[in-house]
């Protein structure tokens, strides 16, 4: 197979050959395995993705579970959404609150020094599976569909890395919670029956909607803002979803939102990169956390007294 | 150039959070050392330069370092545990941190003791779960853990190293990098040879029968550990 590399050329084999994208994807790295002399077949990438898979299952019941990272910032925010997701829930029960309820644990067991599966980073490990692991449930995926959802998402991951950025330090936070989500809305719009090209719509909407967003983390740590991110990725990339399955076209397409983040992560100051010399990372409140960080090792934070807010 | 090729460089690797330097990083600069050592340590003392002496604690690398100098791998979530597994397997820590400007921020020294004897290993995160070792056992080196390495260490005499590169070209392996350093002439010397492919046990065989070959460290795991390592290295993940 010839490898391609822009989007509108994928969608044109795809509609040539009827394949959904995570054909397009799994015969690519097919492709790509045996070239490297690797086990090419189908069944030795799914085994792997699998495992992939079931990491991500652990890691969000274990988030659920409650855990608190190992600075002491941040922890048991996802058991705190899941009893509300099941107790309250004043605004409906639905996908997006289901999603972000995965996607917060996961991102805590990361920041729990916990065992995760990178999608695209450890500060983004949130997004994709957190939506997966809700989708299976709304839209009865099978297990080969779920690992199709991952594949789909890995090679619009592969498309971004290769032609903008993942890397929070190159890119900005874009670069990763943004991909992140453009990846999920992606694999979200085909699980849930769209065609290729609204599936590449989804991708540049949701692109688009977190073009520009900055990597600023507080004390170095990826915690904050990066596990509540995972949340923001989580609805970007349903709503996207949703606008593409609609029938909304990306006025600008895929390729060239691409190139765009491309050019925004090449623009932004390195402050914003990663350094934690600029945004939230600069707060004064994010500099007490810091000092105390280097003085004592650890950081406590503490809640706001009194009853929690009630509805 | 296109940076990724495998949808498992996206979608992994499975690793031990919270960041690919921090944790992966420090595990690998562990099991290296502990693959000098060549067996679990009685003593060790790390050492943290420049930013990992300031955010070592927060981050967890302490436990990450620890971990791999007991073996565990970067995907092993018992990582979290390190200080109690060492305290069990009998293994005693001290962690201090340094002022000293090093070249790279995320620098650590390992300094392994058992009986007599004592080993130091100084590595450098160098960001997505690589490292650079920089010293090993006071012979300055350039080790980085993208090629399979070996570390071969010998009499310094005339020949020993024509020997051994005449092996590894018998075996059709090509030697990308190569070092040699010794520290007195005459003496002990150390020979550090990167080859594309991996070399096979029966060649290594072969390499230790050469005269006056002391010790062969094959630090090819480290590299291949655990799974999809060649992604961690390109990605860059977070911090
Ligand atoms: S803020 Fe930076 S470290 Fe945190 S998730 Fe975003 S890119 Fe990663």
């Given at each position: 197979?010839?490898?391609?590399?822009?989007?509108?050329?994928?969608?044109?084999?795809?509609?040539?050959?009827?394949?959904?994208?995570?054909?397009?994807?799994?015969?690519?790295?097919?492709?790509?395995?045996?070239?490297?002399?690797?086990?090419?077949?189908?069944?030795?990438?799914?085994?792997?993705?699998?495992?992939?898979?079931?990491?991500?299952?652990?890691?969000?019941?274990?988030?659920?579970?409650?855990?608190?990272?190992?600075?002491?910032?941040?922890?048991?925010?996802?058991?705190?959404?899941?009893?509300?997701?099941?107790?309250?829930?004043?605004?409906?029960?639905?996908?997006?609150?289901?999603?972000?309820?995965?996607?917060?644990?996961?991102?805590?067991?990361?920041?729990?020094?916990?065992?995760?599966c990178a999608t695209p980073t450890a500060g983004s490990c949130?997004?994709?599976?957190?939506?997966?692991?809700?989708?299976?449930?709304?839209?009865?995926?099978?297990?080969?569909?779920?690992?199709?959802?991952?594949?789909?998402?890995g090679?619009?991951g592969l498309?971004i890395g290769n032609?903008?950025s993942i890397s929070g330090a190159e890119g900005?936070?874009?670069a990763e919670?943004?991909s992140a989500?453009?990846?999920?809305?992606?694999?979200?719009?085909?699980?849930?029956?769209?065609?290729?090209?609204?599936?590449?719509?989804?991708?540049?909407?949701?692109?688009?909607?977190?073009?520009?967003?900055?990597?600023?983390?507080?004390?170095?740590?990826?915690?904050?803002?990066?596990?509540?991110?995972?949340?923001?990725?989580?609805?970007?990339?349903?709503?996207?979803?949703?606008?593409?399955?609609?029938?909304?076209?990306?006025?600008?397409?895929?390729?060239?939102?691409?190139?765009?983040?491309?050019?925004?992560?090449?623009?932004?100051?390195?402050?914003?990169?990663e350094?934690?010399?600029?945004?939230?990372?600069?707060?004064?409140?994010?500099?007490?956390?810091?000092?105390?960080?280097?003085?004592?090792?650890?950081?406590?934070?503490?809640?706001?007294?009194?009853?929690?807010?009630?509805? | 150039?296109a940076k990724f090729h495998s949808i498992f460089d996206i979608i992994g690797p499975v690793m031990?959070?919270?960041s690919s330097s921090?944790?992966a990083g420090?595990?690998?600069?562990?099991?290296?050392?502990?693959?000098?050592?060549?067996?679990?340590?009685?003593?060790?003392?790390?050492?943290?330069?420049?930013?990992?002496?300031?955010?070592?604690?927060?981050?967890?690398?302490?436990?990450?370092?620890?971990?791999?100098?007991?073996?565990?791998?970067t995907?092993?979530?018992?990582?979290?545990?390190?200080?109690?597994?060492?305290?069990?397997?009998?293994?005693?820590?001290?962690?201090?941190?340094?002022?000293?400007?090093?070249?790279?921020?995320?620098?650590?020294?390992?300094?392994?003791?058992?009986?007599?004897?004592?080993?130091?290993?100084?590595?450098?995160?160098t960001g997505g779960g690589s490292?650079?070792?920089?010293?090993?056992?006071?012979?300055?080196?350039?080790?980085?853990?993208d090629?399979?390495?070996?570390?071969?260490?010998?009499?310094?005499?005339?020949?020993?190293?024509?020997?051994?590169?005449?092996?590894?070209?018998?075996?059709?392996?090509?030697?990308?990098?190569?070092?040699?350093?010794?520290?007195?002439?005459?003496?002990?010397?150390?020979?550090?040879?990167?080859?594309?492919?991996?070399?096979?046990?029966?060649?290594?065989?072969?390499?230790?029968?050469?005269?006056?070959?002391?010790?062969?460290?094959?630090?090819?795991?480290?590299?291949?550990?655990?799974?999809g390592t060649k992604a961690l290295m390109a990605k860059g993940a977070a911090q």
């Open positions: 197979m010839r490898r391609v590399t822009t989007f509108a050329q994928i969608i044109r084999t795809c509609e040539e050959e009827n394949w959904k994208l995570a054909d397009y994807f799994l015969y690519q790295e097919m492709d790509w395995r045996q070239r490297e002399g690797e086990d090419s077949s189908p069944e030795a990438i799914l085994e792997k993705m699998e495992i992939n898979l079931q990491v991500m299952e652990s890691a969000a019941k274990e988030g659920i579970g409650g855990v608190q990272s190992y600075s002491g910032l941040t922890g048991y925010d996802a058991t705190r959404l899941n009893a509300y997701r099941s107790e309250k829930a004043p605004l409906g029960k639905s996908i997006y609150l289901d999603a972000i309820v995965n996607a917060i644990a996961i991102n805590e067991v990361n920041a729990s020094m916990g065992l995760i949130g997004v994709v599976p957190g939506i997966l692991l809700a989708a299976r449930e709304h839209l009865k995926l099978t297990r080969r569909q779920q690992l199709d959802f991952l594949i789909t998402s090679g619009c498309m032609l903008a900005g936070c874009q919670i943004g989500s453009g990846m999920a809305a992606a694999a979200l719009a085909e699980a849930a029956g769209g065609t290729p090209q609204a599936s590449t719509n989804a991708l540049a909407i949701a692109l688009k909607g977190l073009l520009g967003l900055v990597c600023d983390p507080v004390a170095s740590l990826v915690e904050v803002p990066c596990i509540k991110r995972n949340a923001t990725g989580v609805v970007n990339a349903i709503a996207s979803a949703e606008m593409a399955l609609a029938g909304m076209q990306s006025r600008i397409p895929t390729d060239e939102v691409i190139s765009a983040m491309h050019s925004v992560g090449q623009l932004m100051p390195s402050a914003l990169r350094t934690a010399l600029g945004g939230l990372a600069l707060t004064p409140t994010a500099r007490r956390y810091t000092r105390e960080l280097k003085q004592t090792g650890k950081i406590t934070w503490k809640e706001r007294k009194g009853p929690l807010p009630s509805i | 150039m031990i959070g919270p921090h944790t420090a595990v690998r600069i562990g099991l290296a050392s502990r693959a000098i050592f060549g067996e679990t340590p009685e003593n060790v003392q790390i050492t943290f330069f420049g930013s990992f002496a300031h955010t070592y604690k927060g981050h967890g690398t302490d436990l990450a370092l620890i971990g791999g100098l007991l073996g565990l791998s995907a092993n979530p018992d990582i979290r545990y390190a200080y109690d597994l060492a305290k069990e397997t009998g293994m005693k820590v001290k962690i201090v941190t340094s002022q000293e400007k090093m070249k790279h921020p995320n620098t650590a020294e390992v300094r392994m003791t058992k009986g007599s004897r004592t080993v130091s290993v100084t590595g450098i995160s490292i650079d070792l920089v010293e090993i056992d006071g012979f300055n080196v350039h080790v980085h853990n090629n399979p390495v070996i570390l071969i260490f010998h009499m310094d005499r005339p020949g020993v190293i024509a020997s051994v590169t005449r092996v590894i070209g018998q075996h059709r392996l090509n030697i990308s990098q190569m070092e040699v350093s010794r520290k007195t002439k005459g003496k002990l010397a150390l020979m550090l040879i990167a080859t594309d492919g991996e070399i096979p046990d029966a060649t290594l065989e072969e390499i230790a029968a050469v005269k006056h070959i002391v010790q062969i460290i094959d630090l090819s795991e480290i590299r291949r550990e655990p799974n």
